[in-house]
C-alpha cells in the first residue's frame, strides 16, 4: 500500500471558522509533511514531523496548527484563516533519512471566503 | 543556500515526438535531486531521482534523466510522448547532508498535442 490519503477534498470555511484537515498513511513512515500550495505555483513546506515530533515550522502563521496524533494520523487545525490561504493543502510521508522518496495524497482544496 | 531554476514555464509538444524539460540547481553541497510529476487535481508523483552512482537515472512512465555535476543540471527526457504525459512536472533538490527538505522548481507545464 503506497497511498496517502487526505480528508475532505473540498472545503470551503469562513474566516471565523475552525475546521480540520486529516492525512494517513499505512507505510510505516516515519516522517509526514504539510505543504501549501497555490495555483500555478510549487509546493511549499509548511510543518515536518519526524516519530510523531515537531522538527520543521517554515515560519507558518499560528491560525495553522499539526498535529500527529500517531504514526499513521497528521492533521492541520485551522482556525480564523484568511482568503490568501485559500490553496491545495497537500500531506506527505516519507521513511526517514536523507534522499527517501516522498508519497504525496491527492490533496485538500480550501477555499476561505 | 540551495535552488532550483526550471527555465521553461511551457513545454507544446506533438504526441511521438520527443521531449527535455530542463533543470538546474545551485548547491554549495552534494545533492539530491528529484523530479516529481503532478497530474490535474491531484497531488504530486515520483518519475525519478538520483542519489549517488550512474548520472543516468531511468524511472517511471519512459522518462530518464542524467546528472550533470559540472554544468549542475538535471534533465528530463522522454524519447516519445504520450497525450497522458500532459501534466506539471517538478524539479526538487535535498542537500543531503543537512536535511530532507525538499526545495521545488517552479514547475514545466508539459503540454502534449495530438
Known amino acids: 500500500d503506497t497511498e496517502v490519503t487526505q480528508t475532505p477534498k473540498h472545503l470551503v470555511m469562513g474566516m471565523t471558522n475552525k475546521k480540520s484537515l486529516k492525512c494517513e498513511q499505512h507505510m510505516g513512515h516515519r516522517a509526514m509533511y504539510w505543504y501549501k500550495q497555490k495555483a500555478k505555483k510549487p509546493p511549499e513546506l509548511m510543518f515536518v514531523y519526524s516519530y510523531e515530533k515537531l522538527s520543521i515550522n517554515e515560519s507558518v502563521p499560528s491560525r495553522f496548527s499539526p498535529e500527529c496524533p500517531n504514526s499513521s494520523l497528521l492533521n492541520l487545525h485551522l482556525h480564523a484563516l484568511q482568503p490568501e490561504d485559500s490553496a491545495l493543502y497537500l500531506c506527505?510521508?516519507?521513511?526517514?533519512?536523507?534522499?527517501?522518496?516522498?508519497?504525496f495524497g491527492p490533496g485538500t482544496r480550501l477555499l476561505v471566503l | 543556500a540551495q535552488s532550483v531554476t526550471q527555465l521553461d514555464s511551457q513545454v507544446p509538444v506533438f504526441e511521438e515526438a520527443p521531449v527535455e524539460l530542463r533543470c538546474n540547481y545551485s548547491?554549495?553541497?552534494?545533492?539530491?535531486l528529484f523530479w516529481y510529476v503532478q497530474y490535474p487535481n491531484q497531488g504530486l508523483q515520483l518519475l525519478l531521482k538520483y542519489l549517488s552512482g550512474s548520472t543516468l537515472v531511468k524511472g517511471i512512465n519512459g522518462f530518464e534523466a542524467e546528472f550533470n555535476k559540472s554544468q549542475t543540471s538535471f534533465h528530463l527526457r522522454k524519447p516519445s510522448v504520450h497525450i497522458s504525459d500532459t501534466a506539471e512536472y517538478f524539479c526538487?533538490?535535498?542537500?543531503?547532508?543537512?536535511?530532507?527538505?525538499?526545495?521545488f522548481g517552479t514547475g514545466t507545464r508539459l503540454q502534449v498535442f495530438p
Open positions: 526538487a533538490v535535498s542537500e543531503g547532508s543537512t536535511t530532507d527538505k525538499l526545495i
Open positions: 548547491s554549495s553541497v552534494s545533492v539530491y
Open positions: 506527505a510521508s516519507s521513511h526517514e533519512g536523507f534522499g527517501e522518496t516522498q508519497y
